[in-house]
């Protein structure tokens, strides 16, 4: 059975803020076996909303960490496919959030009907996708 990790320790692993919990979440990291940490899908956002947040990353910083955790074999990643998707329109979609892409990539896997939604920027997308 795997184990949840927080985004606290992924933080502390890709930003190296504080040195001795830097080291803890290298060890805890590099010493996993494969598919032992579940890296849940709100986890992996919240991870990614403090990068850029608190740490100021930029949206191509983000995607390029993004990218690595979902090439580590040592998550298990439910919903991993819509994750790649959505980090894939996060990637191209300026405007829009990681949350609204994950909108935009559950509709494009045909788990959803539809998009409920006043935003403008999502509507503009479904429009441009269902023409």
């Given at each position: 059975?795997?184990?949840?990790?927080?985004?606290?320790?992924?933080?502390?692993?890709?930003?190296?803020?504080?040195?001795?919990?830097?080291?803890?979440?290298?060890?805890?990291?590099t010493e996993a076996k494969?598919?032992?940490?579940?890296?849940?899908?709100?986890?992996?956002?919240?991870?990614?909303?403090?990068?850029?947040?608190?740490?100021?990353?930029?949206?191509?910083?983000?995607?390029?960490?993004?990218?690595?955790?979902?090439?580590?074999?040592?998550?298990?990643?439910?919903?991993?496919?819509?994750?790649?998707?959505?980090?894939?329109?996060?990637?191209?979609?300026?405007?829009?959030?990681?949350?609204?892409?994950?909108?935009?990539?559950?509709?494009?896997?045909?788990?959803?009907?539809?998009?409920?939604?006043?935003?403008?920027?999502?509507?503009?997308?479904?429009?441009?996708?269902?023409?």
């Open positions: 059975m795997a184990v949840a990790i927080d985004s606290s320790i992924l933080v502390r692993y890709f930003t190296k803020d504080n040195e001795e919990l830097f080291e803890k979440a290298t060890t805890m990291i494969p598919n032992s940490i579940l890296l849940d899908r709100v986890i992996f956002a919240e991870f990614g909303y403090v990068l850029r947040s608190v740490y100021e990353l930029n949206k191509k910083q983000v995607v390029l960490i993004y990218e690595s955790l979902l090439s580590n074999n040592i998550f298990s990643i439910p919903d991993r496919e819509l994750l790649e998707a959505t980090v894939k329109l996060f990637s191209k979609e300026k405007p829009l959030s990681f949350e609204d892409c994950w909108l935009l990539a559950l509709k494009n896997s045909d788990k959803v009907s539809d998009i409920l939604t006043f935003d403008d920027g999502i509507l503009k997308r479904l429009k441009i996708n269902a023409n």
